[in-house]
């Protein structure tokens, strides 16, 4: 038992080593736009959940009851627009038109747990910065660091750039 106990205390100090060394036990991923309309109208795109499959090649909603405290679940689009992925998290912010916040995890928290916010910025000039962001942390981190960064940075990027089109084509 004495050795078993042993083991598992070098195996516990030798994975947060590693976790220290690939940038510890969270990540982080944003994205930003500049759309050439009115936060409200950004905000009506962004919000109309069940238009997505007409624009949006990331994600598409399955449950889209938004209010704090709710449950809402997605299905994360591959990227040749097939179901990946299904996630339910729990809405923690929906300000109208500034700010959507919602915290998932992945099969038990604290594997791997995320954050994800987008937040709606009125420029003097009337135009809108949409700001699409995701905090991760968790056990997992260290060793899906490289490829979530890069993966949900590209799929940050299709949804912007989509919105930013769906967005300016009504304004």
């Known amino acids: ?25 969270s990540a982080s991923v944003e994205d930003r736009i500049v759309v050439a309309a009115a936060p409200e109208r950004v905000w009506d795109v962004l919000t109309d959940f069940s238009g997505y499959p007409e624009w949006n090649p ?3 909603f399955t449950k889209h009851d938004f209010a ?46 995320g954050t994800h916010s987008f937040a709606l910025r009125e420029h003097p000039d009337g135009v809108t910065e949409l700001v699409q962001s995701e905090e ?5 981190i260290p060793v899906t660091r490289k490829n979530v960064i890069r993966e949900t940075g590209e799929r ?3 949804m912007d750039e989509a919105l930013k089109k769906q ?3 009504s304004s």
């Open 156 to 158: 940050f990027r299709r």
């Open 58 to 60: 990331a994600m598409r």
């Open 167 to 169: 967005a300016e084509r």
């Open 136 to 140: 991760f942390f968790g056990l997992l």
């Open 68 to 113: 704090p405290g709710k449950e809402v679940s997605f299905v994360v689009l591959n990227d040749d627009g097939s179901d990946g992925m299904t996630i339910s998290p729990t809405v923690l912010e929906f300000e109208r038109p500034k700010s959507i916040v919602w915290r998932g995890s992945l099969w038990i928290p604290g594997l791997f747990d």
């Open 1 to 25: 038992m004495r050795y078993f106990l042993w083991v598992v205390l070098v195996a516990a100090l030798g994975y947060g080593a590693l976790g220290l060394l690939t940038g510890g036990f």
